[in-house]
């Protein structure tokens, strides 16, 4: 691999001579004067720039993965690679992602920028503030949290909503686990209405969910109209509408609501835009940077968060079939490491080759490629290397694919870039020309909500019950009474495990999903069983990954990852 692959992510985004973003824009036939600039390598692009007929026609592929550990298999990396790959063999060929959320940069995860010689840059700018989108989601959020203890507060235009049923949070996008539960409003009759409240973390907001599955301005705005915010003293419902807020909120997300273009490291086109997490929210980009890519580009590379049970389920059930989506491929990304994972190594065992437990764990990526199958979409699996892989752990992994008749090929992109993914971009180039792939939404959105999560938990996780705690129960009364029965499920869910149980590795069986309670996101038209214990606001691991940042005195920062 050579000495190159010694370099930190950083430190190779830093070293990569960039282009001016009129040049990328120029490889996607779009003029200069189309472009907002943020710079001279970021810009938005005009919804404008949408073409319906391609986006029917287009060439969509979804790159998604098997169970992850925490540190995640790649699959951001090999979206890139794999786009650097296809435009190697005249494939055109542009990735759209995610934004990356301040909370896992500098907490555990780090950034979503890809890695190695698979990056985005500028990689600082992408992984930080990038364009302020995440900071006009922030605000849109807030004001409409204003707006609601404002109306409680005020005698002359009161409409009369019950503290005590008011569902919507203020969000930040920073994990602090101190803010999950608060109380608002102290300090006297001039400061509001004491309340119980409380904050998410920016990517779970609705607001973002919203950004993300608008088609356009119009739309943006009936769906924040729609953001369900508690009842009346007399059990009226009242929603974003009722108190005006819809079009301020928009204005707010005027520009946010533009895809952001960037570039790779090889310099092809990057469209990057909305971040929702997949274990709290859908976990897919815009679908207005998925149109905007498949208007621009033969080929499309889009990633979902998490593995295939959380990311893809999503993206497939809920935005494919509300943007009327046809994905024509599948790469499942897996990693020799996360196999050992599930075949029972422990941490410090995650870089010790062990044939045995690579075995063992086949039986998650197994699962992983049967779901896949169930919606119609025969995938290829990308076996993402790191250095301490063996010949013998790979060629294992192949033959059981090959068993399957899945081809497994060996994905280099971190430290080869492009020239490492062509054997893979070839792959998918046959899939995609082959024509076999159909896909196929895994439920009907009118069944009855409890069948609908009945076939996500069972099919898709392999569980044999759902149970309903009390409080589940009673949540899902409101959300019949209110009409919202016909909408997608948006599980939230420990992307751990197939299980709500994290500590379930590899390919679990016999066991129960316990739906605690229900949240629903009547605006963004989704709702959402949480399971377990999941958090809508997470915290910082002890030691935090903004303790080993530094930034000197000419601005260079390093330590992000």
């Not at 824009?25 to 005009?46: F, I």
Request: aromatic share 6%; hydrophobic share 40%.
């Amino acid at each position: 691999m050579g000495n190159k692959t010694f370099l930190s992510d950083i430190e190779i985004a830093q070293n990569n001579t960039m282009t001016h973003i009129k040049t990328i824009a120029e490889k996607l036939g779009v003029h200069k004067d189309y472009l907002e600039y943020y710079g001279k390598y970021k810009a938005k692009l005009p919804l404008s720039l949408i073409d319906e007929e391609k986006v029917k026609n287009g060439t969509l592929i979804l790159v998604t993965a098997m169970t992850p550990t925490p540190a995640g298999e790649g699959k951001t990396t090999t979206s890139i690679g794999l786009t650097e790959g296809l435009n190697k063999i005249g494939k055109q060929t542009t990735v759209v992602l995610r934004e990356p959320s301040l909370g896992p940069v500098f907490g555990i995860k780090g950034g979503a920028a890809g890695g190695g010689y698979s990056q985005v840059v500028p990689m600082e700018d992408i992984n930080l503030h990038f364009t302020g989108d995440f900071a006009a989601v922030e605000k849109a959020n807030n004001l409409l949290s204003a707006l609601i203890d404002n109306n409680i507060q005020s005698k002359t235009n009161n409409l009369g909503i019950d503290p005590r049923t008011i569902v919507w949070k203020r969000v930040m996008d920073m994990n602090d686990r101190a803010l999950r539960q608060i109380t608002i409003g102290l300090g006297g009759t001039a400061n509001g209405i004491p309340r119980e409240g409380g904050f998410n973390i920016t990517p779970a907001s609705e607001v973002m969910a919203i950004l993300c599955m608008s088609q356009d301005i119009d739309d943006l705005k009936n769906k924040l109209g729609n953001i369900f915010v508690g009842f009346t003293f007399d059990k009226k419902p009242i929603y974003a509408r009722d108190l005006k807020a819809a079009d301020s909120m928009a204005i707010l997300l005027k520009d946010a609501i533009k895809p952001n273009l960037v570039q790779t490291l090889e310099d092809n086109p990057a469209i990057i835009h909305g971040g929702p997490f997949a274990n709290i929210a859908q976990g897919t980009n815009t679908i207005i940077a998925t149109k905007m890519g498949l208007s621009l580009s033969d080929y499309v590379i889009t990633e979902a968060g998490f593995g295939a049970d959380l990311g893809a389920e999503k993206f497939l059930n809920i935005k494919c079939v509300s943007a009327g989506l046809k994905p024509k491929a599948v790469v499942l990304v897996a990693t020799i490491r996360a196999l050992r994972h599930h075949g029972g190594a422990k941490k410090e065992e995650y870089n010790t080759p062990d044939v045995e437990k690579v075995a063992v764990g086949f039986e998650n990526l197994q699962k992983h490629i049967l779901n896949c199958r169930s919606f119609g979409l025969n995938p290829v699996v990308a076996i993402n290397t790191f250095p301490n892989d063996t010949l013998a752990e790979v060629e294992l992994v192949q033959m059981k694919c090959k068993a399957m008749g899945i081809r497994a090929i060996v994905a280099d992109g971190w430290s080869m870039g492009g020239d490492g993914m062509i054997e893979l971009a070839k792959a998918v180039v046959e899939v995609v020309e082959s024509g076999h792939n159909k896909f196929k939404g895994l439920y009907d959105w009118k069944l009855p909500i409890k069948e609908k999560i009945d076939i996500i938990a069972k099919q898709v996780y392999g569980a044999d019950e759902v149970v309903y705690s009390k409080k589940a129960e009673v949540d899902l009364k409101k959300i019949i009474g209110l009409g919202l029965e016909h909408l997608p499920i948006c599980m939230a869910k420990t992307q751990k495990s197939f299980s709500d149980n994290a500590a379930l590795r590899g390919r679990p069986t016999g066991f129960s999903v316990n739906v605690r309670e229900f949240e629903y996101a009547a605006g963004a038209g989704f709702i959402i069983p949480i399971l377990g214990k999941m958090m809508r606001m997470p915290g910082l691991p002890s030691v935090p990954s903004s303790e080993g940042m530094t930034i000197d005195n000419d601005g260079k920062i390093s330590g992000l990852s």
